[in-house]
């Protein structure tokens, strides 16, 4: 299987594959009615679009290696990372889009990038299997092959 996101304790071996960097994104318009966002801590206020299979909260670093940690209430949940773009596209809030996901919508205007000197975590991806994968499964092969 392919995770993506921390894996909790399960009994399931992991392996990292890669990790993809994320921006945090709205609509112009939904970008405007917050101005008085400066910091990351002014993000608590705000109207988020929240992933079912992520955490509600997202950890900031700027370039001085100061962190901050915010957790947030999210307005609408979604269950795709698609569906959460479009819907910041539309006005409805704020999101944390793989950054190749959204580059293209931030240069035609679709989408602004906030605080843009903060980077959030970047998230892993993870292949997982069982223990007791056995090595001429074809579950095995793959996983190998993924991993090589």
């Known amino acids: ?16 594959l890669f990790s993809f960097r994320r921006k945090l994104v709205c609509s112009p318009s939904f970008f405007e009615k917050q101005s008085k966002v400066r910091k990351p801590q002014d993000l608590n206020n705000c109207r988020w679009i929240g992933i079912e299979m992520l955490p509600l909260s997202r950890r900031f670093r700027n370039r001085a290696g ?10 609408l949940m979604c269950d795709s990372v698609d569906a959460a773009c479009q819907l910041s596209i539309a006005g409805a809030g704020l999101s ?16 602004v990038e906030v605080l843009p000197e903060w980077q ?25 092959s993924l991993t090589n």
């Open 96 to 111: 944390s889009p793989p950054d190749f996901l959204v580059e293209e919508d931030i240069k035609e205007g679709k989408l």
């Open 1 to 16: 299987m392919i995770r993506i996101g921390t894996l909790e304790e399960s009994g399931l071996i992991s392996q990292k």
């Open 66 to 75: 100061r962190s901050v940690n915010v957790n947030y209430q999210a307005k």
């Open 120 to 144: 959030m975590d970047p998230l892993n991806v993870y292949a997982i299997w069982p223990q007791n994968l056995l090595k001429n499964n074809l579950a095995f092969q793959f996983r190998c």
